[in-house]
């Protein structure tokens, strides 16, 4: 699931206000955690 959000976010072509910015970096921690 938290891989589909980055690659979502790759698609988008706007920027990412506060809201997207914390769901990108939940996600991001998301997939740190599961790859450790």
């Given at each position: 699931?938290?891989?589909?959000?980055?690659?979502?976010?790759?698609?988008?072509?706007?920027q990412?206000?506060?809201?997207?910015?914390?769901?990108?970096f939940s996600?991001?921690?998301?997939?740190?955690?599961?790859?450790?």
């Amino acid at each position: 699931m938290p891989e589909k959000v980055l690659d979502l976010f790759d698609q988008m072509n706007i920027q990412p206000d506060q809201v997207g910015f914390n769901t990108l970096f939940s996600a991001c921690a998301r997939v740190a955690n599961d790859h450790a």
